[in-house]
């Protein structure tokens, strides 16, 4: 009896033990970046836009290699049709990210113009630098199949106004445990936050979270943001 009590004990301990392991901490700085629609962007032609999207591209790459950027990726038909795409810096500082974003074929060509938030996050998006690396030599070696789909998938992105509010309603429906990455802005004027679910429709999100000071919208992004070690909201 004594032991089979000190076992459950143990256990529990245990179990208590992996939870606080597993619970989130905005701990680190970063800056996320919005990519809008720049003013160029309605003249610049079809061959003018390939390329300026070749270059964005390697531009990626190359900030990606340095650890610079940490996440990247398209919005998806999102609410605010000036949405772009969004970036994810490796950085605290607000015009640090601006010259990173300066970089981009994109901004240059006026494709694109960037808004930069500071954003408070786990420290542990910059796990996903050593994920990427180990599967890009992978894909490197193993030319990829054009019959395949690219390694890319559809997420949804819950972007509030409200950080609170919008942690409330994913935990009252359930929905943190689904959130791969998460982030509070750190702007004095900006309380809200941004939560990438595990989920491909985002109508279903939507209907589940209602009316709120929220906007959910679809994402694409590289497979391997699944990966990213997830952290629970606090």
Not at 43 to 63: D, S, V
Not at 103 to 121: K, M, N, Q, S
Not at 161 to 173: P, T
């Amino acid at each position: 009896m004594i032991r089979a009590a000190l076992a459950t004990v143990l256990a529990s301990m245990l179990l208590s033990l992996a939870a606080c392991a597993t619970r989130g901490h905005a701990d680190a700085d970063f800056v996320f970046a919005y990519l809008k629609t720049g003013p160029s962007s309605a003249t610049n032609t079809p061959a003018q836009k390939q390329e300026i999207f070749k270059g964005h591209m390697a531009n990626m790459k190359r900030l990606a290699d340095e650890r610079t950027l940490i996440i990247a990726g398209p919005y998806a038909k999102p609410a605010d049709p000036t949405w772009r795409g969004l970036f994810i810096f490796d950085t605290p500082s607000i015009d640090e990210a601006r010259k990173f974003v300066a970089t981009d074929p994109g901004v240059v060509a006026g494709e694109f113009v960037a808004e930069c938030i500071p954003l408070r996050a786990t420290a542990r998006l910059r796990e996903f630098y050593d994920i990427f690396k180990a599967e890009d030599a992978k894909r490197s070696a193993t030319p990829r199949d054009p019959t395949q789909p690219p390694p890319i998938r559809a997420y949804v992105i819950v972007t509030a106004k409200d950080a609170s509010k919008a942690e409330a309603a994913l935990k009252s429906h359930q929905l943190d445990a689904s959130v791969i990455w998460w982030g509070r802005f750190a702007d004095s004027t900006n309380p809200g936050g941004v939560y990438v679910i595990d989920a491909k429709e985002p109508g279903d999100i939507r209907t589940m979270l209602g009316d709120g000071p929220w906007v959910v919208d679809g994402w694409w992004s590289d497979i391997l943001v699944e990966k990213v070690p997830r952290v629970s909201i606090e």
